[in-house]
């Protein structure tokens, strides 16, 4: 290695080891910290990140990139010297091209909207956000025309977080999702009495369904050595390196999916991290390819193992010891049923696997039509209870359950939303693959046994960490790029069997 | 404020926000961290306390301190602008005294020996530890060199930790404390029969302990608000600021007195720290005048209340309604009797009130002969156990509990131990001054009324915060400078009645 990687990389892992902290600081503030806390923690946080963003923006790391770009161009492109300085480069860029003042505008804006969409949202009253929307909009606008981009606006937004991919490919995917889901839900609704949940709300003791939960995720390969489960009001994962990757829960004793279902979806995201190579640890090639392909792990884990049958004629026995009085007259099936009901609702955080991705495509949609001017903040709630009547066929009664229930809106990031469809497509895309690389893998799950698993997306995702874009990574894994097909054909099958819905309709 | 002071204030703030990360990542590491943290949180903790160093001792500091030196020249010694420039210059000087590679040289030496002392500890044999405690011994007398001195190289190193103390007046009070304390051992060892201690042996639930020690700290005064209680192996006292100020405990189910006493020593720190004044906040002012200060807090709340007949007249049957098969056929003043049982052990971490201080002596008065080349470190086990003898009246078995117990020698710390006799000093002394202002304070006690206590000490100590040195406060607090008259007062008071030793012998 070079005195000048060394010296670069003696950077990084001081920037690293500052947002580190800071995110160890998160994770007691979202846990453990006395409401008393508040103030000081604010104070600490936004010094790491300052200085982990000075640092990392400096001058030196500027040229010491120019240089190492030169000395590593004959380099292979998956080579560890050429991929830790593009993904350093496209970092770098990335922070550079937006001005201090910019920065500290949309700091302000999202401070500032947050208070006022809370407010709006308490009282369900649109209008009173909207001001602070107009705003986040053009601000979104700005940053998009800071980091440029060749056809539309959305796509600068969207190469931030998942990086190569554009709004036309994005539009053209989720054209053909709506083309198959849309009937998919009106098919599900017409059969909506063939599957009945009621047993999940029979009341299940909470400080049993953690230690279950914990006790499950731990067998599907998430090593507590390297990891703990605490409580919080909303479930994260979170990773201070690779020896330290956390997953929080939450539990209700009135719903059971909550615990079991968040608890191994948060691991799904921890055992992306806890897969990542040590050679790879404190630079910018540590941590997830992108915000879709790691909600791709947590949603893999929680849907396609989770809600499978095979999971659940091997986890059921033990559940039904745990919770005798609940289960009482449920079987495997049963179950495996119930935690796959499917029904249009109108909160995006609660959508079930089908109709999930209609709540993302109506957000990817008035996002881009925002930015591009074709759709006034004034017209969204309008356009919003349209899209939900349309695409989930139900009305939205008022605003606090439709246009205002996401924080995301309230600060200024446009471009994340699809991160959470993108996940779906690209778990079921890779699932595809791994059941043609293992063929008795669903008997495996049945015999308890998901190392199988676990070991081909170390070896074909977790270890790569960001070395490649979701597209490249897809490539290499699967041998093509995103694709909606597999996840297509996987909820067509999964759900015509549960709904019994007859092929031709399907 | 003028705008370099306010410049100053700027730097500071971000000096104490790092070490306040740290201080998370520090709590963490002991209560929830799993096992594979270690390696990354080393790294993360060295790189905050390297940047917040690197800051602080920054040049611009140094300019800014010189030129508020002149502005604030005319002020009153306590204002508020005096003391930060005050306080921040000798923070300065002594972290610039050090060179860099003295820096290194010691944290090198410190990290080599640890391994070295537990290994010599386990086989009980000092030979295999005396080289890196010659190492270290010569360390200790670099920094103090490099510190300055005017009399004994000890007075720089207890400068550093007590800052305006000295050693002649330390071997002074030590002596006064000697010639009291050995007599008043050997007496109550003469009436060892009269204190019965086996209730606190029965076994006592370990979750009812911490839930029952947690409930009586915050009726002393411990503000949940603003802190928490967890469990670690060893018990400590931590603040991230004026609003999250955390204490830890340990719990045995086979010995009463560990939970319980821990967690009201360790609340004594925390409501100092939780007492100091948010106008310090995040500046040098901020944290405990001195480590015997602090310990002065701790003691105070564990020893002088906590283990008062007052105390339990109060706490007594709640304790008894929480730990009712235990206690049977117990009172409140057999119970008072039992936590005060008094007894020469090898210990010191283990001893009760009155031999804990001989404990300290014996160390304070071989660092100075090491120190001063008087002693030699091949003669420092029999050194040792001739003290422990001719102080405590007992014989030393081994290394292993005699001069291998503490982990302080193992690092470069001379100057740490005085510290703890400090604090029961000051406490006392504090103590005094507290009965002479409040006359009903011990009716109060016994009515659970502790509040008019922590007031005074919010008063006259907590809300100064580093502001004064330790005689300075005791001065303004007490009329006097540190003395040990009123600690040898209480002892003799409290032991001889607990005793029965005539007062001819006292």
Redesign the interface.
């Known amino acids: 290695m070079s005195d000048k990687l060394k010296r670069m990389k003696t950077i990084l892992?001081?920037v690293t080891?500052?947002s580190?902290?800071?995110a160890?600081?998160e994770w007691?503030q979202e846990t453990?910290?006395?409401?008393?806390?508040?103030?000081?923690?604010s104070?600490?946080l936004s010094?790491?990140l300052r200085?982990s963003h000075v640092r990392f923006t400096s001058d030196e790391v500027g040229r010491l990139l120019s240089e190492l770009e030169e000395e590593t161009a004959g380099l292979p492109y998956d080579s560890y010297e050429a991929s830790v300085v593009r993904v350093t480069r496209r970092d770098y860029d990335q922070e550079h091209k937006l001005s201090p003042e910019l920065i500290t505008e949309v700091a302000r804006a999202s401070s500032t909207a947050r208070p006022v969409w809370l407010k709006a949202r308490r009282e369900g009253d649109f209008k009173l956000f909207a001001p602070a929307l107009e705003k986040n909009v053009e601000l979104n606008r700005r940053i998009a025309d800071a980091l440029g981009y060749k056809d539309r606006p959305y796509d600068a937004l969207l190469d931030r977080s998942e990086p190569g991919m554009t709004t036309d490919e994005l539009e053209a995917i989720f054209a053909e999702l709506k083309k198959a889901i849309v009937p998919l839900i009106a098919d599900i609704a017409r059969h909506a009495d063939a599957v009945d949940d009621r047993v999940l709300y029979r009341g299940f003791e909470p400080a049993v369904q953690v230690r279950y939960a914990l006790d499950v995720v731990s067998k599907l390969g998430y090593?507590?050595?390297?990891?703990?489960q605490?409580i919080s009001a909303h479930p994260f994962s979170t990773s201070?390196?690779?020896?330290?990757v956390?997953i929080t829960t939450r539990v209700s004793r009135d719903f059971f999916n909550e615990c079991l279902f968040g608890s191994i979806h948060e691991s799904g995201h921890a055992m992306y991290n806890q897969g990542m190579g040590d050679d790879i640890?404190?630079t910018p090639l540590w941590g997830g390819a992108s915000p879709g392909v790691h909600e791709s792990q947590s949603r893999l884990w929680e849907n396609l193992v989770g809600r499978s049958l095979p999971f659940w004629k091997h986890f059921f026995p033990s559940l039904r010891s745990a919770f005798p009085e609940p289960l009482r007259g449920v079987d495997d099936e049963g179950f495996f049923r119930a935690v796959n009901r499917s029904y249009p609702s109108l909160i995006r955080v609660e959508a079930d696997e089908v109709t999930y991705n209609m709540h993302v495509l109506l957000r990817f949609e008035l996002e881009t039509e925002l930015l591009e001017g074709t759709l006034k903040v004034s017209d969204l709630p309008e356009a919003w209870n349209e899209r939900v009547k349309s695409y989930l066929g139900i009305n939205v009664p008022n605003d606090r359950e439709g246009v205002l229930q996401d924080i995301h809106w309230s600060s200024v990031s446009f471009g994340i939303f699809p991160g959470y469809t993108i996940g779906n497509l690209v778990g079921a895309q890779l699932m595809e693959k791994v059941r043609a690389d293992i063929p008795d893998l669903e008997a495996g799950f049945e015999r308890g046994e998901f190392v199988a698993l676990l070991a081909w997306l170390r070896k074909n995702v977790h270890r790569h960490g960001r070395k490649f874009t979701p597209n490249e990574l897809l490539e290499r894994a699967t041998g093509r790029p995103l694709t909606a097909a597999p996840w297509i054909a996987y909820v067509r099958r999964k759900y015509g069997a549960l709904y019994g819905i007859k092929p031709a309709r399907i």
Request: without cysteine; glycine residues 12%; charged residues 40%.
């Open positions: 892992a001081e080891d500052l580190r902290a800071a160890v600081l007691d453990y910290m006395p409401p008393g806390g508040v103030a000081a923690r104070d600490q010094t790491l200085l090593d507590l050595e390297r990891g703990r605490d201070f390196g690779p020896g330290d956390r640890d404190r």
